[in-house]
């Protein structure tokens, strides 16, 4: 089993506002958005990724990390 990548998961209440952060402020590209997760990739290097979940009630704990093998 090989790693492909390791993705950092960032939980936030404020969707709307952490999408204008990540791509006005650090130019980051949308690359995938269902709603309850998004996912943002550099520009130039699309390795450097950064997933943004929508913060629940549920008590569960929310994952901090995302490895893909």
């Not at 790693?3 to 995938?32: H, Q, W």
């Not at 390795?47 to 990390?65: F, H, M, V």
């Amino acid at each position: 089993m090989s790693i492909k990548r390791i993705v950092p998961d960032i939980t936030s209440n404020r969707m709307d506002e952490s999408r204008s952060f990540y791509t006005d402020c650090l130019g980051m590209k949308l690359a995938m958005d269902m709603g309850w997760i998004m996912t943002f990739v550099s520009p130039r290097n699309d390795t450097a990724q950064i997933t943004l979940l929508r913060e629940t009630d549920s008590g569960a704990p929310d994952p901090q990390i995302s490895v893909e093998v």
